[in-house]
């Protein structure tokens, strides 16, 4: 069993930042990757990030060169810096942790940027 909590959201301008973090316990030694999603209302959840436990990433097209995804294994937390913010990235964003094939996700943090 793995265990998400996400923090740092928030109301912000655009092109404002913000950073989230998600931090994990549980049986973390197990985890392969982790990642942030997001839903928009109306929308289906989408992925944004994901890093790998070898430290690998990968970002959707419509937030690369503007968030980024980290972690620091001491503290067992992943971030994702969110820079240059814009009106379409208001969304309840999602940690996700991936292990052996599960799915584990964390209850979600609000993003909303006013325009």
């Known amino acids: 069993q793995v265990q998400l909590v996400e923090s740092g959201g928030g109301l912000v ?6 950073r989230l973090s998600c931090a994990a316990s549980g049986s973390i030694f197990s985890i392969n990757a982790m990642g942030w999603y997001r839903q928009a209302p109306r929308k ?3 992925l944004v990030a994901v890093i790998t436990s070898g ?3 990968n ?5 690369k060169g503007r ?3 980290s972690r620091d294994n001491a503290k067992n937390t992943v971030y994702l810096q969110m820079n240059s ?3 379409e990235d208001t969304a309840v964003y999602y940690c996700k942790a991936y292990v052996a094939g599960i ?5 979600g943090t609000q993003v909303t940027v006013s325009s």
């Open 13 to 18: 301008q655009a092109g404002g930042s913000l």
């Open 67 to 69: 968030f980024a995804i």
């Open 44 to 46: 289906q959840r989408e």
């Open 85 to 87: 913010l814009k009106a």
């Open 59 to 63: 970002y959707a097209d419509s937030v």
């Open 103 to 107: 799915s584990y996700w964390g209850q």
């Open 55 to 57: 430290g690998s990433t």
